[in-house]
């Protein structure tokens, strides 16, 4: 099916077959790993669309078909890793240009605008975004990109994709959105006025903890073209084996986010109600600041939330870290398997601290990512590790 015909089809239906038309050559219905370096010309120039593989594969061309098909895009393009996807957006820009970037956002974007973009005279203002007077008010002639995460990681912050547009278009910038927390499934935010959608594809879309990879997706052909020129010149493209792997995690996303959803609810619940919890973020909430706002841009409200003890020291926090059975200590999210994470000493470790106070983000948060087991299993296990 043509990609622009999807957009007719239900979520499941795209999901399934998205970038997954049979093989010509040989009718298979899963799509090849075309596991070649480079490809035969019959002379030079004269190919058959394909010359060498760092600037296209089959395998990922399919991939990026379906990345584009599943956020509602025209383009999409694969990348190494999530971190490398949000590398080639900002190659977009200039020595001397700014970003209005949020104050809240996983550590690794954090590591990369200030360590290695801000070396080449890349200016980030860091703003909270779910603000938008605050943001306005950091707009300044230098400003060509706005970077938000909605839900933000790990506090579960909703900024309004829409409102973001709208001044990210006064101001002729281009609005980027990180939409690994929410997934295509809960969320499309090309649909809201966004230029640039960011995943790290490792999560929900991958699905099983077993790949490495990012993706961007896009409407205008020109941007596009930008960021292919970004992609095939840096090189930081992804193996074929491993595009494989995502294709067949976005066959499977609208089953495993609806349980994703449905843990996220039974499990926000058991925890605002359990005499040790402070406070539970997540945007299902209605006690959530950010709860109209996801109620109108998400259709539901994910797996991912994060939590504070009345004790909200670090001590107690790694007591309930190291005491959990079914949910593992690890760093990522959005796969099967249900993970717990301390932000403050793994995925934000490298937020200086003072700014991550600034944020809420304490040294006893506790981070989960939700996965698929049965709710009342996991509701037990951390019913007992609360308990010790």
């Known amino acids: 099916m043509a990609t622009e015909n999807f957009r007719l089809k239900k979520q499941g239906t795209k999901y399934v077959h998205a970038g997954a038309e049979p093989d010509p050559s040989t009718g298979a219905i ?39 098909i599943i956020e509602n895009g025209n383009y999409g393009l694969a990348f190494s890793s999530g971190v490398a996807a949000t590398d080639a957006v900002i190659k977009l820009l200039n020595p001397g240009d700014e970003v209005i970037a949020a104050a809240d956002m996983y550590g690794g974007t954090y590591r990369l605008f200030t360590k290695i973009f801000e070396r080449f005279g890349i200016r980030f203002i860091y703003v909270d975004t779910t603000n938008t007077a605050a943001v306005e008010n950091a707009i300044t002639a230098k400003t060509k990109l706005i970077w938000v995460e909605t839900p933000t990681n790990p506090m579960m912050n909703i900024t309004d994709i829409a409102a973001m547009a709208g001044i990210a278009k006064k101001v002729k910038a281009w609005l980027c959105v990180d939409n690994t927390f929410a997934s295509p499934y809960l969320q499309n935010p090309l649909d809201l006025g966004a230029d640039i ?18 993706a961007l997706v896009m409407n205008d052909k020109e941007l596009r073209d930008q960021l292919y020129f ?10 074929p084996f491993d595009c494989f792997l995502v294709l ?6 609208h089953v495993r986010m609806r349980q994703h959803c449905e843990n996220g609810r039974q499990v926000a619940a058991f925890l605002t109600s359990h005499p040790k919890i402070d406070k539970v973020f997540w945007c299902g909430l209605t ?11 998400m259709k539901d ?12 020291s670090r001590q107690a926090a790694l007591k309930v870290l190291t005491s959990t059975r079914i949910f593992s200590l690890a760093e990522s999210l959005g796969g099967v398997e249900s993970l717990i994470n301390h932000p403050a000493t793994m995925t934000h470790a490298s ?4 700014e991550r106070l600034k944020t809420g983000l304490t ?19 951390l019913e007992q590790a609360l308990a010790q």
Do not use: W
Request: contains cysteine.
């Open 230 to 239: 970004i992609q095939k010149s840096c090189g930081a493209v992804p193996g």
């Open 287 to 297: 006690s959530n600041p950010g709860y109209d706002i996801a109620k109108k841009q």
């Open 30 to 68: 899963m799509t090849p790993i075309f596991q070649t370096s480079t490809f035969v010309q019959e002379a030079p120039g004269v190919n058959k669309g394909f010359e060498y593989a760092r600037s296209q594969n089959p395998t990922r061309n399919k991939l990026e078909e379906a990345l584009a």
């Open 197 to 214: 959608v960011m995943h790290s594809s490792t999560k929900y879309l991958g699905g099983h903890s077993d790949v490495i990879q990012g």
């Open 351 to 354: 937020i200086p601290r003072e």
């Open 248 to 253: 067949r995690g976005i066959k499977t996303l």
């Open 301 to 312: 409200f994910g797996g991912m939330m994060s939590f504070t003890l009345k004790d909200d």
């Open 363 to 381: 040294d006893g948060l506790i981070r989960l990512s939700l996965g698929i087991e049965d709710p009342e299993d996991l509701i037990a296990d």
